[in-house]
């Protein structure tokens, strides 16, 4: 199994640019997160899925969409880049409640 | 609101020492527990959790963690580190929605080991 993974590993935008970040994972999770991180504020959920076809709002939501047409995949949608955007991003996913969350190796994104 | 602290930023250990890195929550109801580990350039490496049960919680790598709710606290542990130790450290509380796990994360503390 592959796990979680990340496409791509940089990226580099200017601002008003939009691009998609992609997120897979083959461990058949029902639930799947998209987090940013920024220095000395740890990792902050953007959006997440509870399963195909259902995804709610996170706690830095605006700026970012996002999908759910299959298990495997949950991709993150910048429309319009701006430079507060530049993080590096992290996709999880999980089974359970009580189960771990599995993260991806993340894409570090700047924008100019 | 629920958050988590990390009061320690940079912590710095000799190799072979000890080490304690702290984690408070605010939360009211009993928490889901977790810390993770990160590589420099990596993903996010669950150590150990704490649902329930036994509050000295044992995890990968010889790292341990206790769970005080006096104290709202839990507290990473390992008796004697490794330069292979050194790494950011993340506390996080796990919010229980409609079958979600939403993590809240600390701010994370950098570990720095001296040979």
């Known amino acids: 199994n592959a796990g979680v993974t990340q496409t791509p590993k940089f990226q580099v935008l200017k601002t008003g640019q939009s691009m998609t970040l992609q997120c897979a994972q083959d461990m058949n999770h029902e639930y799947m997160s998209w987090y940013r991180q920024d220095p000395g504020m740890g990792l902050r959920l953007i959006h997440y899925s509870v399963g195909a076809g259902i995804t709610d709002q996170g706690e830095v939501p605006n700026g970012y969409n996002v999908s759910r047409s299959t298990t495997e995949d949950f991709p993150l949608r910048l429309l319009s880049a701006a430079p507060s955007q530049t993080s590096v991003y992290f996709c999880?996913?999980?089974?359970?409640?009580?189960?771990?969350?599995?993260f991806g190796p993340g894409t570090r994104l700047t924008v100019l | 609101a629920q958050s988590v602290t990390q009061p320690d930023i940079h912590i710095t250990v000799s190799e072979g020492a000890s080490l304690e890195l702290r984690c408070n929550y605010s939360?009211?109801?009993?928490?889901?527990l977790f810390w993770y580990v990160q590589s420099p350039g990596q993903g996010l490496q669950l150590l150990l959790k704490?649902?329930?049960?036994?509050?000295l919680v044992q995890g990968i790598k010889g790292f341990e963690a206790e769970f005080k709710r006096s104290q709202s606290s839990f507290n990473l542990r390992k008796p004697s580190v490794h330069w292979s130790d050194a790494a950011e450290y993340f506390c996080?509380?796990?919010?229980?929605?409609?079958?979600?796990?939403?993590?809240?994360f600390g701010a994370g503390t950098r570990l720095a080991v001296h040979p």
């Open positions: 996080a509380v796990g919010l229980i929605s409609g079958g979600y796990n939403k993590l809240i």
């Open positions: 704490y649902f329930s049960g036994d509050t």
């Open positions: 939360y009211g109801a009993t928490p889901y």
């Open positions: 999880a996913s999980h089974q359970g409640e009580t189960n771990e969350q599995f």
